[in-house]
């Protein structure tokens, strides 16, 4: 268990670390689309920087594949949401950006929503799930990626509005946690299904492949990398990730606890603490500002054009 917990705390750092990288990388590019996947990809592919934070990503990715190996999903989000103080931490030091009071106040108070999940774990009653029928796995991620694409959509099209208030990105970060919820769900399974890959290489990589995790991860690695870039680069990292991450940690949690057959606490105080913690953290997240505050001392500027409108704007000419 305690090997799990120090790759959390690793992923933790790693994670933090790689957005900040790409969110700094991406604010010395020029303006990305999604409805221009390929530039995208171009542009971000040419950036030493980026490419940085990519690789810090990845590496993240392998640390989860450990802890989804040994503690339970409830347990690995809690301590997952936890890094959230190191991201707004490197966001105000190495990005400069400004975070308001209200949303130091939504951090503390999902940190205390945090503790109430940990405190209702128990390392002598908690299991942690091996295995979830397919078609529950489906029927659970297929409605949330739809879900998450279409809400993405929507914050795209409400962006492109003129003389809209610039965005803080809460809906962009619904959508992207949905996404990463999905995924969460997806490695575990991967992380079950390769168990026995020193073992038997071969009968590790088939049960891996007949599965729908690995297809489930592409999915949302190709649509994630590119809506992920875009919305970085219009929105604040010290928002668009906490919401996002917030979001999938609850996703993850409530339903891969449900499909992986982790049974919840019977002790009723335990129970109480993590169905309050699940509680506190949507609450939290619903409260959030929709709307950056303007710069103290300085006019409201005007929102700048988004790229969906410069993609359709008519030369005057």
């Known amino acids: 268990m305690w090997w799990g917990v120090a790759a959390a705390l690793l992923a933790n750092l790693l994670y933090s670390t790689g957005f900040v990288l790409q969110k700094r990388a991406l604010g010395r590019l020029p303006a990305v689309s999604v409805r221009r996947p390929a530039r995208l990809l171009r542009l971000v592919a040419g950036s030493p920087l980026w490419t940085g934070g990519a690789l810090a990503l990845a590496a993240g990715f392998g640390a989860q594949l450990i802890v989804y190996r040994t503690l339970p999903i409830a347990a690995a989000q809690g301590i997952f949401v936890s890094g959230l103080v190191l991201l707004l931490l490197l966001s105000a030091r190495l990005l400069g950006e400004r975070i308001p009071g209200r949303e130091r106040y939504a951090t503390g108070a999902i940190l205390a929503a945090l503790v109430m999940v940990v405190l209702s774990l128990s390392r002598t009653t908690d299991t942690v799930g091996t295995g979830a029928p397919a078609r529950l796995i489906l029927l659970v991620c297929v409605p949330s990626l739809a879900a998450g694409t279409w809400l993405y959509a929507v914050a795209e099209r409400r962006a492109a509005k003129r003389h809209r208030k610039p965005t803080t990105g809460v809906e962009y970060g619904v959508a992207l946690g949905l996404l990463y919820g999905v995924s969460g769900l997806a490695i575990k399974g991967v992380s079950d299904r390769s168990a026995g890959l020193l073992a038997d290489p071969g009968g590790a990589l088939l049960a891996v ?43 993850t949690a409530v339903l891969g606890t449900f499909a992986f057959g982790e049974a919840l606490p019977a002790d009723p105080l335990r129970l109480a603490l993590r169905v309050a913690g699940a509680l506190l953290a949507v609450a939290v997240l619903l409260a959030m500002p929709k709307h950056d505050p303007p710069p103290p001392d300085r006019p409201e500027a005007p929102h700048p054009k988004h790229p969906a409108e410069e993609l359709t704007a008519h030369d005057p000419r």
């Open 209 to 251: 492949l007949g599965s729908p995790y690995p297809y489930l991860l592409l999915f949302t690695g190709a649509f994630g990398l590119v809506m992920s870039q875009a919305a970085l680069q219009r929105c604040r990292v010290s928002l668009i990730v906490p919401v996002s991450t917030t979001v999938a940690s609850v996703f």
